[in-house]
């Protein structure tokens, strides 16, 4: 069975500074691999997913991350936090069992202060 | 497209009273899942469904939870009788057939409260 690890829960940064959220995933294969946010009474947003190719994936808003296998993480990163960017990220994991079942992080709930 | 549309999108009840949570996911997805995410944590399947079958229920607390998709379309989540260990935000989510079946679009969610 896939787990996910977010170390951080809680992460403060200035505006403009830039910004990494930690993830560890365990799983026997390479699983597809994604961040979501979560805002205020809303619902989750997929911000990016990985699944083979090129280990940095782009995603909205100037998101990217990095998949290391022999890390067996999936960091979040991104140049220049806003404001706006406050709000909840969830790393996750899916694998095939019958369908794709996911299973979420604790989430890193981060504040951008002015 | 439309998204994944849920109601109501908040309850309060009393211990002991029962409720309902009802999901329409996106056209033309085929696979329906709920998650309970209670205060500060992420979000845990509770159940999902492809078409009108259900796939894996083993996280539903079943003598109180029961969920439903007769049509392969809508969902129903219903509490029996709840406790305030429900307390969550209830969450629907859906995922088309095919090549992007691992990709989950979620709903805005039901935050429940029980007193």
């Known amino acids: 069975a896939q787990s996910v690890t977010q170390p951080d829960a809680r992460v403060t940064v200035s505006e403009g500074a830039s910004l990494q959220l930690r993830c560890k995933y365990s799983y026997s294969a390479t699983p597809y691999l994604f961040w979501y946010v979560q805002y205020p009474r809303q619902g989750l947003q997929m911000l990016l997913k990985?699944?083979?190719?090129?280990?940095v994936v782009q995603g909205v808003n100037g998101f990217e991350a990095e998949f290391s296998k022999s890390d067996s993480s999936f960091h979040l990163r991104k140049a220049s936090v806003h404001w706006s960017d406050s709000a909840v990220y969830f790393c996750?994991?899916?694998?095939?069992?019958?369908?794709?079942?996911?299973?979420f992080g604790s989430g890193t709930r981060l504040l951008v202060s002015p | 497209e439309a998204g994944v549309t849920q109601s109501p999108r908040y309850a309060v009840l009393q211990e002991g009273q029962a409720v309902s949570f009802w999901c329409d996911p996106i056209?033309?997805?085929?696979?329906l899942y709920w998650y309970q995410q209670p205060r500060d944590q992420g979000p845990q399947l509770l159940v999902y469904?492809?078409?009108?079958?259900?796939?894996?229920n083993s996280q539903l607390p079943s003598d109180r939870f029961s969920a439903v998709r007769p049509k392969g379309t809508n969902s129903t989540l219903k509490i029996q009788s709840a406790k305030q260990g429900d307390t969550a935000t209830y969450l629907c989510a859906s995922s088309p057939p095919g090549g992007r079946s691992y990709e989950q679009y979620f709903g805005p969610g039901t935050r429940l409260t029980v007193l």
């Open positions: 996750a994991v899916s694998a095939y069992a019958g369908g794709y079942k996911v299973v």
């Open positions: 469904f492809r078409d009108e079958a259900v796939i894996d």
């Open positions: 056209s033309g997805h085929d696979t």
């Open positions: 990985y699944y083979s190719g090129d280990p």
